[in-house]
């Protein structure tokens, strides 16, 4: 536990897991994100530093995670120049969490190395409350002896490495995250639709996701977002736009591939539309505003605190 940890990107996700980690004794050193407001906050909760640049997260850490939002963010926080956590990265270990496309993980990963760092791509099948619990499923690409330099660190976040998968190299975990997220989407959709069908026939929704539990119609998300789509409660757990975004990483594998994915493109199109539609920032249980007969694109309620969703009972555990 002697290594220095630094996080960047201090959203939802990246806080929780730093939080995680100073309550099994590593030392965060320091925390950035794009708000200063942000990082001074949760610095100050765990006696961290609130680095005002990039290159003084790398300068104060051993081991950095980072958990952006997109491509153009990880390509900026690893620019080649200007600020950037490049900067005196020779020795370090950056962990990149982020749900990214396997192309961006390939160049950062030959950036820090020729930088004389190492990078692991850690692309997380979980959320919040996992993060805060440290209960991730984590998916690992990268070279092997880095992961193992590390691998205990990953384990304090993935229920004592119970939770923690290494997949291949560079890129391959992207791949899986994306596919990850590309069937949970279409999951999603699915039930939305079913669910406003049900409704739509007069049908007693909670008698529904009794029966859908118990049969082929079973899945994850209907224990995490059924209920909710139900009682048109969209507090975000994982949002409709990065939905849209992920989806697109997988249709783009899909086109390098050669495939065509009609489902995926149909669900890539529903949560892009509740972005232009300004509901990007609801769960993707949202997708259900767009199903059930008499909503429409005005935004339902939202609670501040997420609440921890339970699973609904199931004949089979669903894997993951």
Not at 34 to 62: C, F, I, K, N, Q
Not at 168 to 188: F, P
Not at 190 to 217: I, K, N, P, W, Y
């Given at each position: ?299 339902p309620r939202t609670k501040k605190t997420p609440k921890v969703k339970a699973k609904a009972p199931a004949r089979k555990t669903t894997k993951r």
């Amino acid at each position: 536990m002697s290594a220095r940890i630094g996080v960047v990107g201090l959203g939802r996700m990246g806080a929780n897991m730093a939080r995680r980690l100073k309550d099994c004794g590593y030392v965060v050193a320091t925390v950035h994100d794009l708000r200063p407001e942000v990082a001074a906050a949760l610095a100050a909760e765990l006696g961290s530093t609130a680095a005002g640049t990039l290159a003084e997260v790398t300068a104060a850490a051993d081991v950095i995670l980072t958990v952006v939002t997109d491509d153009p963010a990880m390509d900026r926080i690893f620019a080649r120049k200007g600020d950037s956590l490049l900067k005196g990265s020779t020795g370090r270990v950056f962990v990149n969490c982020a749900t990214v496309s396997p192309a961006i993980h390939a160049e950062v990963g030959k950036r820090v190395t020729q930088a004389g760092g190492a990078a692991l791509e850690a692309c997380m099948a979980s959320s919040i409350t996992q993060a805060r619990n440290g209960t991730l499923y984590l998916m690992v690409g990268g070279p092997e002896p880095v992961f193992a330099q590390v691998r205990e660190l990953l384990s304090r976040l993935s229920d004592d490495g119970k939770l923690l998968r290494y997949v291949g190299t560079t890129g391959k975990a992207a791949q899986l995250k994306a596919l990850v997220n590309m069937v949970m989407n279409i999951n999603t959709a699915g039930l939305a639709e079913g669910l406003a069908l049900a409704d739509a026939l007069g049908l007693d929704l909670a008698m529904v996701r009794e029966v859908f539990s118990q049969t082929g119609a079973n899945s994850r998300v209907l224990a995490t977002d059924g209920e909710d789509m139900q009682n048109r409660d969209h507090s975000c757990f994982f949002s409709a736009s990065h939905a849209a975004k992920d989806s697109g990483i997988a249709l783009e594998l899909g086109r390098k591939a050669r495939l065509d994915l009609p489902l995926a493109t149909t669900t890539f199109a529903q949560y892009s539309r509740m972005t232009r539609l300004g509901l990007g920032e609801l769960d993707k249980s949202g997708i259900a505003e767009l199903t059930f007969k008499g909503r429409g694109p005005k935004k339902p309620r939202t609670k501040k605190t997420p609440k921890v969703k339970a699973k609904a009972p199931a004949r089979k555990t669903t894997k993951r």
